[in-house]
Nanobody, 114 residues
Framework: VQLQASGGGLVQVGGSLRLSCAVS????????VGWYRQAPGKERALVAS???????NYVDLVKDRFTISRDIAKNIIYLRMNSLKPEDTAVYYC?????????WGQGTQVTVSS
């Protein structure tokens, strides 16, 4: 299983970015897919996920600002990030979970400047 993340970059406070993650395989073969992030000096933490049934889950810090979605035909996961804040600066990792095991993408850097 391979996941290829892209879309990170440098953005000003209040700006937007859309991350993409191409998954090598049928997204429906995974229990859930989504995004984690890791800020400097902090542990990797869940940002958002979407399960096989389409139910989404967000950490409180990003609710109403981030939207996770998937393109089933293309096997791509997206994370639309609006109203970005400096505390959103982190490396963002996409993941795909199958039978309790997480497969990871390589990470994409998001930097929000004030």
């Amino acid at each position: 299983v391979q996941l290829q993340a892209s879309g990170g970059g440098l953005v000003q406070v209040g700006g937007s970015l859309r991350l993409s993650c191409a998954v090598s395989g049928n997204i429906f073969s995974f229990t859930a897919v989504g995004w984690y992030r890791q800020a400097p000096g902090k542990e990797r933490a869940l940002v958002a996920s979407i399960n096989i049934g389409g139910r989404t889950n967000y950490v409180d810090l990003v609710k109403d600002r981030f939207t996770i979605s998937r393109d089933i035909a293309k096997n791509i996961i997206y994370l639309r990030m609006n109203s970005l804040k400096p505390e959103d600066t982190a490396v963002y990792y996409c993941f795909a979970n199958r039978t309790g095991w997480n497969y990871w993408g390589q990470g994409t850097q998001v930097t929000v400047s004030s």
